[in-house]
């Protein structure tokens, strides 16, 4: 039982192609997902770019700080200046990337994004270990996208992936608070939000 | 449409009670969307979208109206003799202060005013508030003042030309779990304030955390309990005014009346504001003296405290019983609208009046939702009222006969209702006609509404009631010629919106880099221009206050209603609109903001760092 599946299953009842909502077809499938206990974040199944089957909250989020944004590889938008722009609050982070702070990025294209195609990407944009690419089943990518507020409420926007969300999730499980920094802000500003959510620098 | 195969809306209280609420909850919700959808999808034309594909949440579990009564009269926050340890113009990080800047300009306006007075604010949460009899005690936070008695929200009378000290200690628990972050930054919302005092976004602390624009150059880094606020209580135009005449505080037609100070965390503000995080700061000078009987001339004898009331409405939203808590998805981007009103931190509440007038003040404390207020009778006949101070700027001259205040989120209105016109016994209700289905604006106007706040007229007052409205209040500041308007900088603000964030002249907020730097002392012409529609955008501007000049919505002129004709601190941007307003930025410098006061949009980045640069910046 899961809001944002039933959700879409209302929706493409609707006519798909009535409302060109490309992006929406393979959520019609039904997923097998289960909501961790008191989380609503979904567990779901992916593949990193190294190729390691992993479960979103089980694995990725349960306990961490993370932040983590959308792209795909063939993005011609914003997706690079993006990847490298969070490369350098990568570097920021230094050896806190991967320790106390988590890094991921879900492709918006998993049916093209393979795990070796992100692998690529992130060796392209000399991504450091702590920083994970992330693909899966379309509709299981959907369900998280929706999950982690990477969405448009104009259906007509949101099925548009040249407009797709320039937002950075930023969030800290333990105390289950989440906000958001633009993933093309200045690296400081991105440190700043991340270093008050992450609550590891206080005094 | 096909509706086989859909759950049941009714089947959702069959889901076992015993089971997670967390899970209940997403059941409830799951299937509480799917109805509406398919409505709306009947009628092709009609389909609003607006909603989707974002979850739609459960409604807050219903409530019966009119159990809480608010309190008859409001009590403010009593000043303190001292402080311990004394006030410094610098921080007293040793003594567990924030890295603030210096005050600026203390040692010269105290000894121009006097010592301010000192007050002593403690941000704390109350995990035990009821905020409804039908709803399970909330986990709130709060401003509280020294004395116990003060009522809710936080009330301060301060007087022009007598500043204030206010010292604001962090008493959140540092391991609060869920949304809002225990950090505060407080603005005072939109008192004439030194950059250090004016809770700028990145000035937050706690006594272990520190925001990036703090000093951290002290054993703490920044961190501290407190953080001092020096409120000068000085009318805009304080240099201006002493060179011509050498002495005084300003122009008073620069006074300003209703303000209020709220949390301005960055990326915060707004789960903070939500979770409680609203005062008043009522201010009074020499015509707005606070007393009815003032029989000193110019006094305008506006009804007084205790017939002086305050009331902030805001939006909020309660997960269904049992849990019935305070509900916010700070993963969702647009934010919780809110179904319930919160009218001083109660869900519609009864207050008791006395047969005579009353100057009420209504402030949309947010975090999303507009109003348009409507006084109406139990069988729903609307009642006329005086507007008297629009963004808590007493206007030229009164607006009489009124019968609506429309609000968007950090506006004000001042109104002065006359109960005495009502038979003994009388009830009357504050509705909200204003239909809202989304955060980003509002949609229409319908009656006969919504009931937010019920009055009774249940006695006749001890004293017989000497307030007066006049017919003159206070004179506007001359505006130049508009030879000389169109001589000033002019300074183009566009809001829109870009892959998924909320832009200002394309660019997100970046709390070290100032988007305008501008003279201290000096005038613009701000053009605010909504980039495109869908959305409206109450735009407040830090520091001071702005006039409209002229408002265009698609290249075609709109009239400038009469209640906006004064000064106000919040503009709102409905969709396309373009206004020109000018801005003056005296007496003090340092880094302010202008941002868009729908608080998910201003934590979503629609946010402007500008500094004003001293001579000898």
Same mark, same amino acid.
């Given at each position: 039982m899961n809001t944002r599946r039933e959700l879409l299953l209302g929706m493409g009842s609707l006519g798909v192609a009535a409302l060109g909502l490309q992006a929406w077809r393979g959520a019609q499938a039904q997923s097998q997902l289960a909501l961790s206990t008191n989380q609503r974040i979904p567990n779901t199944p992916l593949v990193t770019h190294e190729g390691k089957e992993v479960r979103f909250y089980d694995d990725l989020v349960r306990g961490k700080v993370v932040a983590i944004n959308m792209m795909y590889v063939a993005c011609a938008d914003i997706c690079s200046t993006a990847t490298a722009n969070l490369r350098r609050v990568q570097q920021l982070l230094g050896a806190r990337a991967g320790r106390d702070v988590f890094m991921y990025s879900l492709t918006l294209q998993p049916e093209l994004d393979t795990p070796e195609l992100l692998k690529a990407y992130a060796e392209l944009h000399r991504v450091d270990p702590g920083w994970l690419f992330l693909t899966g089943a379309s509709a299981d990518i959907e369900e998280l996208r929706y999950s982690l507020g990477f969405s448009d409420p104009d259906p007509l926007v949101d099925s548009d992936q040249t407009t797709h969300t320039g937002m950075l999730r930023v969030g800290n499980d333990a105390f289950q608070r989440w906000t958001m920094a633009p993933a093309l802000a200045e690296p400081r500003q991105i440190l700043a939000t991340i270093n008050h959510v992450s609550r590891t620098l206080t005094f | 449409m096909n509706n086989n195969g859909k759950k049941n809306p009714s089947a959702a209280?069959? *889901?076992?009670?015993?089971?997670?609420?967390?899970?209940?909850?997403?059941?409830?919700?799951? #299937?509480?969307? #799917?109805? &509406?959808?398919?409505?709306? +999808?009947?009628?092709?034309?009609? +389909?609003?979208?607006?909603?989707?594909?974002? $979850?739609?949440?459960?409604?807050? &579990?219903?409530?019966?109206?009119?159990?809480?009564?608010? $309190?008859?009269?409001i009590v403010p926050i009593e000043s303190v003799s001292t402080l311990d340890p004394p006030p410094s113009v610098s921080p007293n990080t040793a003594g567990g202060e924030a890295g603030r800047a210096p005050h600026q300009r203390y040692a010269e306006l105290t000894g121009v005013l006097g010592t301010p007075e000192f007050y002593e604010l403690s941000v704390v949460e109350n995990a035990e508030y009821l905020v409804h009899p039908d709803l399970p005690t909330q986990r709130v936070w709060a401003y509280r003042g020294t004395n116990p008695d003060a009522t809710v929200p936080a009330t301060i009378f301060a007087h022009y030309g007598s500043p204030t000290l206010c010292r604001i200690y962090n008493k959140l628990p540092e391991n609060h779990v869920g949304f809002g972050s225990p950090e505060i930054?407080?603005?005072?919302?939109?008192?004439?304030t030194p950059s250090e005092s004016d809770g700028y976004p990145g000035d937050f602390y706690s006594k272990s955390m520190a925001g990036p624009t703090l000093d951290t150059s002290g054993t703490k880094q920044g961190a501290g309990e407190f953080k001092d606020h020096f409120y000068p209580n000085i009318y805009a135009g304080y240099d201006e005014w002493r060179a011509l005449y050498?002495?005084? !505080?300003?122009?008073?037609?620069?006074?300003?009346? #209703?303000?209020?100070?709220?949390?301005?965390?960055? *990326?915060?503000?707004?789960?903070?504001?939500?979770?409680?995080?609203?005062? =008043?700061?009522?201010? =009074?000078?020499?015509?707005? /003296?606070?007393?009815?009987?003032?029989?000193?001339?110019?006094?305008?004898?506006?009804?007084?405290?205790?017939?002086?009331?305050?009331?902030?409405?805001?939006?909020?939203?309660?997960?269904?019983?049992?849990?019935g808590q305070l509900f916010y998805d700070d993963l969702h981007v647009e934010g919780v609208l809110g179904d319930k009103i919160v009218v001083n931190g109660k869900i519609e509440p009864v207050l008791r009046v006395d047969a005579r007038k009353y100057r009420?003040?209504?402030?949309?404390?947010?975090?999303?939702?507009?109003?348009?207020?409507?006084?109406? /009778?139990?069988?729903?006949?609307?009642?006329?009222?005086?507007? !008297?101070?629009?963004?808590?700027?007493?206007?030229?001259?009164?607006?009489?006969?009124?019968?609506?205040?429309?609000?968007?989120?950090?506006?004000?209105?001042?109104?002065?209702?006359? =109960?005495?016109?009502?038979? !003994?016994?009388?009830?009357?209700?504050?509705?909200?006609?204003?239909?809202?289905?989304? /955060?980003?604006?509002?949609?229409?106007?319908?009656?006969?509404?919504?009931?937010?706040?019920?009055? !009774?007229?249940?006695?006749? &007052?001890?004293?017989?009631?000497?307030?007066?409205?006049?017919?003159?209040?206070?004179?506007?500041?001359?505006?130049? #010629?508009?030879?000389?308007?169109?001589?000033?900088p002019k300074r183009r603000w566009e809001f829109d919106r870009k892959n998924g964030l909320w832009t200002i002249n394309g660019r997100l907020f970046d709390t070290h880099n100032p988007r305008a730097k501008i003279k201290q002392g000096s005038a613009e012409v701000w053009e605010l221009v909504g980039k495109s529609g869908g959305w409206s955008h109450p735009i407040h501007i830090h520091l001071e206050e702005g006039r409209i000049l002229s408002k265009s919505v698609d290249g075609i002129e709109v009239p400038v209603p009469l209640h906006e004709r004064g000064r106000k601190d919040v503009f709102v941007l409905e969709q396309t609109m373009t206004m020109r307003v000018l801005m003056r930025f005296r007496d003090f410098h340092g880094k302010y903001v202008m941002h868009c006061h729908n608080v998910i949009h201003e934590d979503h980045a629609m946010m402007v760092r500008f500094d004003i640069e001293g001579e000898d910046d």
């Open positions: - | 209280p069959n *889901d076992p009670p015993d089971g997670p609420a967390r899970r209940t909850f997403l059941k409830l919700s799951a #299937t509480a969307l #799917t109805a &509406p959808l398919l409505l709306s +999808a009947r009628n092709s034309d009609a +389909a609003e979208w607006v909603t989707t594909p974002q $979850p739609v949440f459960p409604p807050s &579990p219903p409530t019966r109206p009119w159990l809480e009564e608010l $309190p008859r009269q930054s407080t603005h005072l919302h939109n008192l004439h050498g002495d005084g !505080i300003g122009d008073p037609k620069e006074a300003q009346g #209703t303000l209020w100070y709220h949390d301005h965390t960055e *990326d915060f503000t707004a789960t903070n504001v939500y979770r409680g995080l609203v005062g =008043f700061y009522l201010l =009074f000078d020499h015509i707005d /003296t606070g007393k009815e009987d003032d029989d000193k001339p110019g006094a305008l004898r506006l009804p007084s405290h205790p017939y002086d009331y305050p009331l902030a409405f805001g939006d909020r939203r309660f997960a269904p019983l049992p849990d009420l003040r209504l402030l949309n404390s947010g975090p999303s939702r507009f109003y348009e207020f409507y006084l109406v /009778t139990a069988k729903d006949k609307v009642q006329r009222f005086t507007y !008297i101070a629009n963004d808590g700027n007493l206007l030229p001259q009164p607006l009489f006969n009124q019968s609506k205040v429309r609000l968007a989120v950090a506006e004000r209105a001042d109104i002065v209702v006359d =109960f005495s016109q009502y038979p !003994i016994g009388t009830e009357l209700y504050l509705v909200n006609r204003l239909r809202q289905d989304s /955060t980003r604006k509002p949609k229409d106007v319908k009656a006969p509404g919504t009931r937010v706040l019920k009055f !009774i007229v249940d006695r006749n &007052p001890p004293e017989q009631d000497l307030s007066q409205v006049p017919n003159q209040l206070r004179p506007l500041p001359d505006l130049p #010629t508009p030879e000389e308007i169109d001589k000033l």
